[in-house]
């Protein structure tokens, strides 16, 4: 197993709820869920490019065309960066959950056919123990929107497939393991869902994760500060730390594929916390020994 490693400051932000990271178009891109923004990051920029959404965003990826699908809290749209403090063209291309008020778009990613996967989560007041209400999803132009087979959750996290895309991985944060199962991405079919991995510190809850190029699963760790990277079988590799506790999602990208990259919180942190933890929010990196980004697949939004 690797040894432990500190991740560097890469870019000072006060994110309440930073998520969603991803690398695209020589920019770091992500979203600040609470306050309904969408950033972008050159590296050698002193500040992101930024975006006003209307509604908070929980996932989002790039497409074909170059536009973006959104997920915002109650649908999926679309729309077009610009030079303006908002997106161009936004439209709804599917409610979401319309008749469960309790629920909200979180964690997504496309699969490698170029479909959208996202799962919702539960965030009503009364969610102590939070109830498993919320579902997982796919999306595409050519089938629209399917509910995948698998188990209700509070917390749909940790989306992301595996090199040949017929795996998915997900978690329900509150049970502090990831799952896997079979996936075909045109039938949106799920089977074997079994085990991954466990989370090997009690203050570890899974959020997002991702994939690199020898197969590995780079998780964030809510409430440890650390991304922890575990082999194919599941086995815990090492990890890196944050000077933030609130770890939400890991991205592997810049110009070489070498890079990776944090997204933090501020969300949940009391006075004391922040005081302690007062780069909370920010982005967090260094430059790994070897190259293991695998570029997302762009959404399919020109298939007829």
Known sequence: ??????????????????????????????????????????????APASWRLPDRLG?????????????????????????????????????VDAAEPRTRI???????????????????????PRSTIASFYQYSLRHGLRRLALPAVAIANSICFSLDGRTLYFCDTPTRRILQCDYDAETAQVDRIRPFTEMDRPDAWPDGSVIDAEGCLWNAQWGAGRVARYDPDGRLMGAMTAPAAHATCPALGGEGLDRLMLTTARAELDREALAAQPLSGSLFGLRLP????VPDTLFDDQDR
């Open 1 to 46: 197993m690797m040894a432990d490693t500190a991740l560097d400051l890469a870019l000072p932000c006060n994110a309440t709820l930073g998520e969603g990271l991803l690398w695209h178009d020589g920019r770091w891109w992500w979203t600040d869920i609470e306050a309904a923004m969408l950033h972008a990051w050159r590296p050698g920029e002193t």
């Open 59 to 95: 996932c989002f990826a790039h497409c074909r065309s170059g536009r973006l699908l959104l997920g915002l809290a109650k649908r999926l749209a679309m729309a077009a960066p610009g030079d303006g403090p908002e997106l161009a063209q936004l439209r709804t291309v599917a409610p």
């Open 106 to 128: 979180n964690d997504g990613r496309t699969d490698r056919r170029g479909y959208f996967v996202f799962g919702t989560m539960n965030e009503a007041v009364e969610r102590r």
């Open 290 to 293: 070897q190259a293991l980004g």
